[in-house]
C-alpha cells in the first residue's frame, strides 16, 4: 500500500473546474476547455506523497520548466499557453501556474538514459539489457552509455511503480508511428539538454518526459527537465563505481531509509514527517540545480 499520506483538499477557484489531484500538480480546466496545471510543494518518495512540503519547490519546478522549454522550442512545441494568474486563484499560485493546451495525452512515459544507474541498473545487472536493449558487459552504476538509449515506461497511478517496457510494447499499445516520434522526439531533447546541462557543469543521467498529441503535431507536456522528472549529478564528482550525488530528493530518500527516520519501507505504514535539516538540504540541492542550469538567481 502507498500513495499519499493525506489527500489534499483542492483549493476551489471561480471560473476553475478540479480535475485530478496529482503526486505533485494540481490539474484544473477553465472556461476556454484549456488546462490550469499548479505546481506544490509537495514531495513524493518511494511511491508515497510525504506529508512535510519543501517551500518554493513547485516555483523552482515550473520556472525551471518554462526555460527549458525556450532552450528546446526549436526542437519540439510545448503545451504553454499563458503563465498568467487565472481570475480569483490564490496569490501563492503565483510562479507555480501554468495555463496549458488540452492535449491527446499519449500514456507512456518517454524516458531516456545517458548513465547507467536506478530501474536501469538493476534490469542490466539481471540481463545485460534494459527496456530489451542490450548494453556491454562491464558497466556499472554511474557509468555512461555508449550512445544515449530510449527506455519507456508504462504511466502508474499515484502510489504504483511505472514499469519499464520494450520499445515494441510502446509500438504495441501506441502504433508504430506514435512510438517511433516519441523515441525521436525523446532522443533528441535529451540530447540538446545533456550538452546545455555538461556545459553548466551537471550530467544529465538520465529524464523522463510526457508528450501528447495536439491534432498530427507532437507537443512536449507537464515538466521537463527538473530535479523531481531528471536525475542531475555534479560533473566534477561524477565517480562510476557507486551511486552519485545528486540534484535532487536523494536526501529525503537517504534519510527515510536511515535508522534516525524509523521508518521501514517494507510496510505498509505511510512514511513520517521530515525533519526541517532534510527539508532545507532538499530546498538547496533544488534551488542549487536551478540556479547552475539558468544562470540566473533564485529569488
Known sequence: MSGFVEKPEPIQVPGLVHLHTGKVRDLYQNEAGDLVMVASDRMSAYDWVLPTE??????????????????????????????????????????????????????????????????????????????????????????????????????????EHDENVSYEEVARQVGADTAAQLRQATLAVYGRARDIARDRGIILADTKFEFGFERETLVIADEVLTPDSSRFWPADQWEPGRAQPSYDKQYVRDWLTSPASGWDRKSEQPPPSLPQQVVDATRAKYVEAYERLTGTSWT
Open 54 to 159: 519543501i517551500p518554493d519547490k513547485g516555483r523552482v519546478l515550473t520556472q525551471l520548466s518554462l526555460w527549458w522549454f525556450d532552450q528546446l522550442a526549436d526542437l519540439v512545441p510545448n503545451h504553454v499557453l499563458s503563465t498568467e494568474l487565472p481570475a480569483g486563484a490564490p496569490a501563492d499560485w503565483a510562479g507555480r501556474t501554468l495555463i496549458c493546451k488540452s492535449l491527446q495525452m499519449i500514456p507512456v512515459e518517454a524516458v531516456a538514459r545517458g548513465y547507467l544507474t536506478g530501474s536501469g541498473l538493476v534490469e542490466y545487472n539481471e540481463s545485460r539489457t534494459v527496456c530489451g536493449l542490450a548494453l556491454p558487459e562491464g558497466l556499472v552504476d554511474g557509468s555512461e552509455l555508449p550512445a544515449p538509449i530510449f527506455t519507456p515506461a508504462t504511466k502508474a497511478a499515484v502510489g
